[in-house]
């Protein structure tokens, strides 16, 4: 048997390839059909994110065989010719394949090492493909120790630890000033895309009372709409600062549209209640001499970078224990695959071996016909504890031969010492 995939990730190939190569939702149960039925009912999982589509298979073909088929699936299912993705493919084999699903699930293959989304998707993935009895044996074996890896992995190291995005950090700052956010306010100026991305983050974590501020009204009240807020026009943004608790401000302004007096203003019918101020716009929307304020935290995208820098350095440094463990965790998987190899020889031999009892048990129980039925059975009995005797040690050895080392030339040589036919 052999354990293959084929696959490109970002690591491999540009966003643009990946789209025309990707597997909607609704299209993977397809998807499987069509594979398998190429490939003689082989066991498969098919995984498609937005940045990588691999296909795992295992099958009793040789490995350069599976790589080919899977190609070809791959060029069929996309009306796409193979050598506009050829060169962007992996394909890997046993051992390693078992390594590179471990390192996708625990996140050490991402594009942001430690994030979590990745592990959901790999096990939505597997649960699909068993909904489709399109797992077999080996599969759902090597996709189980992946996802216990992946815990391991995530419980026993800090690779998740910190946030590694600005908007990510943004929000956990907010968390950190005001601890529970159910009763802030947030203000929002402008429409850009880390400034919404940032809101929904906000949301999320509780908060109920959203102000937007847009020079643009149409923009503005379809955004407010979104996020169940009240629209401000911009002309008002000056009298309405003192309501915002936390402020994200994501404008294409030339200049700074928010200046330390403005804050000073604020904070008066506030009764000096602290504002926490993002500025995400590059050229900065605010005049980072509010800075000198109390009860003012302003922080620009260099400030969030930085942080989000520093947990990601975090990250690398958990890197190499990360990898231990998914280190040990293929190793045990191999060995325990490889121990699979020996059992249809190991089921040959004691077959082999009790068909030649039965034969010479009949034969002695013919010529003993004054037995009673109990010493039959204590003959029958005693034969098959012999058998088992024998076969006893070849088998423990054969075992362990699998574990330590390529139990294929040993298989040879057993299959030759008694006769046995190829296991199937």
């Known amino acids: 048997m052999s354990l293959v995939v084929v696959g490109l990730s970002h690591h491999t190939s540009p966003i643009e390839l990946r789209e025309r190569l990707h597997f909607p939702e609704t299209e993977i149960s397809h998807a499987l059909l069509q594979l398998r039925k190429r490939m003689d009912g082989a066991g498969a999982v098919v995984l498609s994110t937005c940045n990588r589509v691999e296909t795992y298979v295992n099958h009793a073909a040789p490995p350069e065989e599976l790589h080919r088929e899977i190609r070809a699936f791959l060029s069929d299912a996309h009306q796409l010719p193979e050598a506009e993705f050829r060169p962007a493919l992996y394909e890997y084999v046993d051992r390693d394949t078992v390594g590179h699903l471990f390192r996708v699930a625990s996140s050490l293959d991402s594009m942001v090492v430690g994030e979590n989304q990745i592990l959901g998707q790999v096990h939505e993935a597997y649960l699909l493909a068993q909904s489709e009895q399109a797992t077999d044996k080996i599969i759902s074996a090597v996709f189980q120790k992946a996802f216990s890896v992946a815990k391991e992995v995530r419980s026993r190291t ?3 630890a910190g946030k590694v995005s600005v908007s990510s950090v943004a929000v956990d700052l ?13 203000m929002v100026i402008g429409s850009g895309e880390m400034g919404e991305l940032t809101l929904k983050s906000l949301i999320s974590k509780g908060v109920r009372r959203v102000l937007i501020v847009n020079r643009n009204r149409e923009k503005g009240e379809a955004l407010a709409a979104q ?3 009240v629209y401000v026009p911009f002309d008002e943004l000056g009298a309405t600062l003192h309501r915002a608790d936390i402020l994200i401000s994501s404008t294409a302004a030339p200049g700074f549209i928010l200046q330390a007096d403005d804050f000073q203003r604020a904070l008066k019918p506030r009764g000096n209640e602290p504002i926490f101020a993002i500025d995400i716009a590059v050229p900065r929307d605010i005049d980072p001499a509010v800075n000198d304020l109390d009860n003012v935290y302003l922080y620009d995208v260099d400030d969030l970078q930085k942080v989000a820098d520093e947990n990601m350095e975090a990250r690398r440094k958990e890197i190499a224990q990360c990898m231990e463990l998914v280190d040990k965790g293929t190793e045990q998987f191999c060995r325990w695959m490889r121990g699979l190899i020996v059992e249809p020889t190991i089921v040959s031999m004691s077959t082999e071996l009790n068909a030649i009892r ?21 003959i029958t009995y005693l034969s098959k504890r012999i058998v088992n005797t024998i076969l006893q040690r070849p088998m423990s050895q054969l075992k362990q031969e699998a574990v330590q080392q390529d139990p294929h030339v040993i298989l040879h040589l057993v299959k030759r010492l008694f006769g046995l036919k190829e296991s199937p």
Do not use: N, W, Y
């Open 158 to 160: 800090h690779i998740s």
């Open 174 to 186: 907010a968390v950190s000033i005001f601890m529970d956010l159910a009763d802030k306010t947030l």
């Open 227 to 229: 996020c169940q807020g």
């Open 358 to 378: 039965e034969r010479e048990l009949a034969k002695t129980l013919q010529s003993l016909p004054d037995l009673t039925e109990k010493q039959r059975d204590e």
